[in-house]
């Protein structure tokens, strides 16, 4: 495992950590999962001291078998950092659908954590992340690992085609950027297109799975998708966020209905397995679905 404080520094190695920090990161990233893991990983973090030592650097490390590039600043990937994994049902259940030669749209790529997963898994993945930062950190984490079957493409993904108006995000949690007004965050004007119309002109023949997480803008994705999943058929992980849709001008019912409407099956992840979804449990703000046509189910 490497490790970089920025561009120019030397690479140092897991030995030179701390005996003490050795032994927190091998609880992190080699034992199984357990419930409460990730409390006991950031109390060893402030208990330790790394998580303030770490703050303002960026770090390049091994996980899942890929290379990143990562800043502790940011929520999400400080989860990947010190936690050693991100959505670990979802990503699991994702990846089991992906065969060589699959087509994998990732739709809210940030970073690029299910393009790479998937694309390792050997899909050709369309990886559509509209902020130049989080592109520029998404097309660095491609570079690293070399991936070949991975477009990107900088671009929102909404029921328009043209410029659209973007609020950006803040450090702490780069993934929060989203086409909703969010007050107190910068505005910046980004590139807008649709599912429909991207497949459509790129005359693209094949998709088999689409991941979509974009703060609440869902709802415009599928409405520009209609034609695409009429005809593909794919299979997708959509977020299920009512405060962020809420923000967009929609709602959790317009998610679900529309879903619905679509003819597709919506479930959730749990420790029991694949269950039907009715309703968010109360203790949830937020989830993401597992979409399944209709046919899934009868076959």
């Known amino acids: 495992m490497r490790r970089i404080a920025n561009q120019n520094a030397l690479p140092y190695t897991f030995r030179t950590l701390s005996i003490v920090r050795q032994l927190a990161e091998i609880y992190a990233l080699r034992l199984p999962y357990h419930r409460g893991k990730w409390r006991v990983i950031e109390a060893f973090a402030l208990a330790l001291g790394y998580d303030k030592a770490d703050r303002g650097k960026t770090f390049e490390v091994e996980r899942n078998g890929l290379l990143w590039r990562l800043s502790p600043e940011c929520t999400l990937q400080r989860r990947l950092l010190y936690h050693g994994q991100l959505d670990l049902l979802d990503t699991s259940f994702v990846l089991a659908w992906i065969?060589?030669?699959?087509?994998?749209?990732?739709?809210?790529?940030?970073?690029?954590?299910?393009?790479?997963?998937?694309?390792?898994?050997?899909?050709?993945v369309f990886a559509f992340e509209p902020l130049p930062g989080n592109y520029d950190l998404l097309t660095e984490n491609i570079r690293l690992?070399?991936?070949?079957?991975?477009?990107?493409?900088?671009?929102?993904?909404?029921?328009?085609?043209?410029?659209?108006s973007f609020s950006a995000p803040p450090a702490g949690n780069r993934g929060m950027g989203a086409l909703a007004f969010r007050e107190g965050l910068r505005r910046v004007t980004v590139q807008s297109t649709t599912l429909d119309t991207f497949f459509k002109e790129r005359q693209i023949e094949r998709l088999d799975v689409i991941k979509i997480d974009v703060e609440g803008a869902e709802v415009s994705v599928l409405k520009g998708a209609k034609e695409t999943l009429a005809r593909f058929r794919p299979k997708m992980?959509?977020?299920?966020?009512?405060?962020?849709?809420?923000?967009?001008?929609?709602?959790?019912?317009?998610?679900?209905?529309?879903?619905?409407?679509?003819?597709?099956?919506?479930?959730?992840?749990?420790?029991?397995?694949?269950?039907?979804?009715?309703?968010p449990q109360s203790t949830e703000d937020y989830l993401n679905l597992i979409c399944l046509p209709a046919a899934e189910r009868k076959s």
């Open 237 to 279: 992980l959509v977020e299920y966020n009512p405060t962020c849709l809420n923000r967009c001008g929609t709602t959790g019912d317009d998610l679900l209905n529309l879903l619905r409407a679509a003819d597709y099956d919506l479930f959730m992840l749990t420790k029991r397995g694949l269950q039907p979804f009715k309703k």
């Open 145 to 164: 690992n070399e991936s070949k079957n991975i477009e990107t493409v900088p671009c929102a993904v909404s029921d328009q085609v043209g410029e659209v």
């Open 99 to 124: 065969k060589p030669g699959s087509v994998f749209a990732d739709v809210g790529s940030y970073f690029g954590y299910y393009a790479l997963r998937a694309a390792a898994a050997g899909a050709k």
